[in-house]
């Protein structure tokens, strides 16, 4: 036999793999301080401060900075195997307020995937476990590695 023979990783390990390739290249994760904090198959959990200018005029965390949260959170999850995915459709219900100096909680769990579609919940929670918002997201395979 000629050629190098591919060995598969096992779950966690593939995660991790494509999490670091990702984290690798996200800038704008890294710019609103998020921080990754673990990952597995089909899940992502992630960190943020919230800092003076991501607060709107109402003095509460603006309402998009808490989407990308979200959505940072739910691409990690989405992309924890061996493809690239991306969100094709998300939702987002605002529960409280975040407000100047929450450390907020992202956590991402898979709920199904089928053929080239995933389905995403994340919870977004303050430290004191009071629930921010709920985000769900669709996610579609683009690419397979």
Not at 46 to 65: A, I, K, S, Y
Not at 109 to 119: A, D, I, K, W, Y
Request: glycine share 12%.
């Amino acid at each position: 036999m000629s050629g190098a023979v591919e060995m598969k990783l096992d779950p966690q390990a593939q995660a991790e793999k494509r999490t670091a390739e990702m984290w690798a290249e996200d800038t704008a994760s890294k710019a609103m301080g998020m921080e990754l904090l673990e990952v597995g198959p089909g899940r992502a959990v992630m960190r943020m401060r919230v800092r003076e200018d991501m607060v709107n005029g109402h003095g509460t965390l603006h309402g998009g900075m808490t989407f990308a949260f979200a959505d940072s959170v739910f691409a990690f999850a989405a992309n924890s195997y061996d493809y690239q995915a991306v969100g094709v459709q998300c939702d987002i219900v605002y529960h409280a307020p975040g407000r100047l100096g929450d450390l907020l909680t992202g956590t991402g769990t898979e709920v199904t995937r089928n053929g080239r579609s995933g389905l995403y919940d994340v919870a977004v929670r303050r430290e004191d476990g009071t629930l921010i918002a709920s985000f769900r997201g669709t996610s579609r395979i683009v690419t397979r590695r």
